[in-house]
């Protein structure tokens, strides 16, 4: 029973993480103010989500791009937001405005990228954007640029983490892919958010 509680509380939790540090400032709010750049903030191990509540806290503005992703674990399949890069998120600063010495210091953060003299690598400009624009909530969608015989990696479902030929894709968003097994090619179907182009 404690540990059923504990899982919802966990649960509610991360959910109300994610909405607290989303939903801090509007993503498409347009463009950047001033000097402000994106920078690329090193995190410990799973810790991007805490990470990124600190930050927020402190009046940082994050992007943590995420995903939709299955996990298996002890033959159970867990549909879980994972980051698209895990161990990252950006931070958007203005070096000369924003005391982001302290950023280092953060819980969950192991390091802001900075050059040999200490100052802090901006990401090129246009990447971060990018990734933005693409997302949709809380979700970033890799789905764009999907063509007809292009390889794709599954990430969702129990066929997670498979890789496989586009054969079909409707206006509904609906794919069929072709996977390789046991000599030959078996169709599966699936909606497009689930796809990610590798190829």
Do not use: C
Not at 140 to 169: C, N, S, W, Y
């Amino acid at each position: 029973m404690i540990i059923m509680v504990q899982g919802i509380i966990t649960g509610n939790l991360v959910t109300l993480l994610d909405e607290l540090t989303m939903a801090q400032f509007d993503l498409r709010s347009g463009e950047l103010a001033g000097n402000e750049r994106w920078f690329l903030v090193h995190t410990r191990p799973k810790s991007e989500r805490k990470a990124a509540w600190h930050l927020v806290a402190q009046g940082y503005k994050i992007y943590l791009p995420q995903i939709r992703k299955t996990i298996r674990h002890a033959r159970q399949l867990r549909t879980v937001q994972a980051p698209v890069f895990p161990g990252y998120l950006f931070i958007l600063l203005d070096p000369a405005r924003d005391r982001w010495l302290s950023v280092h210091s953060t819980v969950g953060v192991v390091r802001l990228y900075t050059h040999s003299d200490g100052r802090p690598v901006p990401v090129p400009i246009g990447i971060v954007e990018a990734l933005i624009e693409r997302t949709d909530g809380n979700l970033t969608r890799l789905d764009a640029g999907l063509v007809k015989g292009q390889q794709v990696r599954i990430l969702t479902g129990p066929f997670a983490d498979f890789m496989g030929t586009l054969e079909r894709l409707d206006q509904a968003g609906r794919g069929l892919v072709l996977l390789r097994m046991m000599g030959t090619e078996i169709p599966i179907a699936l909606h497009r958010s689930a796809l990610l182009p590798t190829g």
